[in-house]
C-alpha cells in the first residue's frame, strides 16, 4: 500500500448476507480507490448503488467480504485496537448520512466531544466547539439537545464534530442532504476552505450537484462498480456529457449500460490497439453471432422501473420517481 496516499482501498466487495427469499446482496463489486493527501473526490450514483456501503467499509466501520483499506499506506485490518483509535482521532472524521448524535448532551458538548477524547481541557473544548458552531449559523442554538434541534441543525452539530479534530481526511455521506441551499452553501464554502488553505483531503458521497462540483474528480458508482470519472465539470443530471471510462489496476473496465447498448449488447469483440497513440478500438467479431452468449436475445434498458414501476420515456439510467437505477433487460429476438 502506498504511503503518499491518504486513503487506499483495493478490491473491495462486499456481500449483505441474507436468508430471505431474494437472497444475498452484492454491494461492492471489485472497488479500488485512491485519495491523494488534500484531494476531494466525490462519488455519485444512483439510490442503492452502494456509497453508503462503500463509505463505511473505507471508514473501518464495517469490514468489507474481502479487500483491503489503508490510510497514510497502513492498512487498517492490520491495527491494533488502539492504533485505530488513534487513527480515527488523529487522521480521518466521519459525517453520517443521519447525524448519530449522543441524545443527552447538548450540541456543543457533542461537537467537544472528540477533542475532550484527546485530552483537551473542558474549557478549550467548549471554546473551539463554539467557535465551529457560530461559523456554521449555530452560534444561537449551542446548548439546544439533539432532540430539541431541526434535521438541518443536527447535521451541523455533526458537521462541526467532524472538524472539531482538524483531520486530514473527512469521509462524508450526503454531509448536505437535510440542508437548505443557503446553509448548504455556508457549508461547501467552509470545506472549500478547508480544502484549499489547509489541504484537508474529502471523500463525499453525494446527490447534489454543486457538492459534486466542488471535488476535484467525481466517482461514478453504478450497482457496486465503478463505472466512470468525471472532471469538476461533472453534471449530475447528465453524466454522459462528461464520462471518462476507468480501466482499473487489474485491467478491468465496466461499460456503463447505455454505452454497451449502443455496442449492441454483450459478445465478442475483436480488438485494434494503436499503442502510439493509445487507442482502443472493440469493433464486434465475425463470428460473435455463432457463439452463444448464453442468451437468446439482447440486453436493452428496461422500460419501467423494477422498483416503483414508472415507465420511461427517454434514455435516462436513474429513475426520476424512485431514483434506483435503470436496470437492463433481456429482449428476446423475434
Ligand atoms: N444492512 C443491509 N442488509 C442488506 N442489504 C443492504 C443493507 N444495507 C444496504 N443494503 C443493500 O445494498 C445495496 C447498496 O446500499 P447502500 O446503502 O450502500 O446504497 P446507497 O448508494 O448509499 O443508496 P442511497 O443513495 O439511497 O443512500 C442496496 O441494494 C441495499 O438495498
Ligand atoms: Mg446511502
Do not use: W
Not at 25 to 33: D, E, K
Not at 47 to 75: D, E, I, W, Y
Not at 270 to 299: A, C, H, P, V
Request: contains cysteine; hydrophobic residues 35%; proline residues 5%.
Amino acid at each position: 500500500m502506498n504511503q503518499n496516499l491518504i486513503l487506499e482501498a483495493e478490491a473491495l466487495y462486499h456481500v449483505y448476507e441474507s436468508s430471505a427469499l431474494d437472497g444475498n446482496v452484492v454491494a461492492l463489486r471489485g472497488l479500488h480507490v485512491k485519495v491523494r493527501p488534500g484531494e476531494a473526490v466525490a462519488v455519485v450514483g444512483p439510490s442503492g448503488s452502494g456509497k453508503s456501503t462503500l463509505l463505511k467499509c473505507l471508514g473501518g466501520l464495517m469490514k468489507p467480504s474481502a479487500g483491503n483499506v489503508a490510510f497514510q499506506g497502513r492498512q487498517i485490518n492490520r491495527l491494533t485496537g488502539p492504533e485505530l483509535v488513534s487513527l480515527r482521532q488523529d487522521t480521518v472524521s466521519f459525517i453520517f448520512q443521519d447525524a448519530n448524535l449522543l441524545p443527552d448532551m447538548n450540541a456543543m458538548d457533542n461537537v467537544a466531544q472528540p477533542l475532550r477524547h484527546q485530552g483537551a481541557s473542558a474549557a478549550y473544548a467548549r471554546k473551539k466547539a463554539e467557535d465551529l458552531l457560530n461559523r456554521l449559523g449555530m452560534g444561537s442554538r449551542c446548548r439546544g439537545m439533539p432532540a430539541q434541534l431541526s434535521g438541518g441543525e443536527q447535521q451541523r452539530v455533526a458537521i462541526a464534530r467532524a472538524l472539531i479534530t482538524n483531520p486530514k481526511l473527512i469521509l462524508a455521506d450526503e454531509p448536505t442532504g437535510a440542508l437548505d441551499p443557503i446553509t448548504s452553501r455556508e457549508v461547501l464554502s467552509l470545506f472549500a476552505r478547508l480544502h484549499e488553505e489547509e489541504e484537508v483531503a474529502f471523500l463525499l458521497v453525494t446527490h447534489s450537484r454543486e457538492v459534486a462540483s466542488f471535488a476535484d474528480r467525481s466517482l461514478e458508482l453504478r450497482e457496486g462498480r465503478f463505472i466512470a470519472q468525471h472532471g469538476n465539470d461533472v453534471d449530475i443530471s447528465d453524466l454522459g456529457n462528461t464520462r471518462a471510462l476507468i480501466i482499473d489496476e487489474t485491467g478491468t473496465m465496466t461499460l456503463p449500460p447505455e454505452i454497451l447498448t449502443k455496442l449492441g449488447g454483450p459478445g465478442k469483440f475483436d480488438m485494434e490497439t494503436d499503442q502510439g497513440k493509445q487507442i482502443l478500438t472493440l469493433i464486434r467479431s465475425e463470428s460473435d453471432k455463432s457463439e452463444d452468449f448464453s442468451q437468446k436475445g439482447s440486453l436493452v434498458l428496461a422500460t419501467e422501473c423494477p422498483a416503483c414501476k414508472y415507465q420511461y420515456l427517454d434514455d435516462s439510467q436513474e429513475c426520476p420517481s424512485c431514483g434506483s437505477s435503470r436496470p437492463m433487460v433481456l429482449e428476446p429476438d423475434s
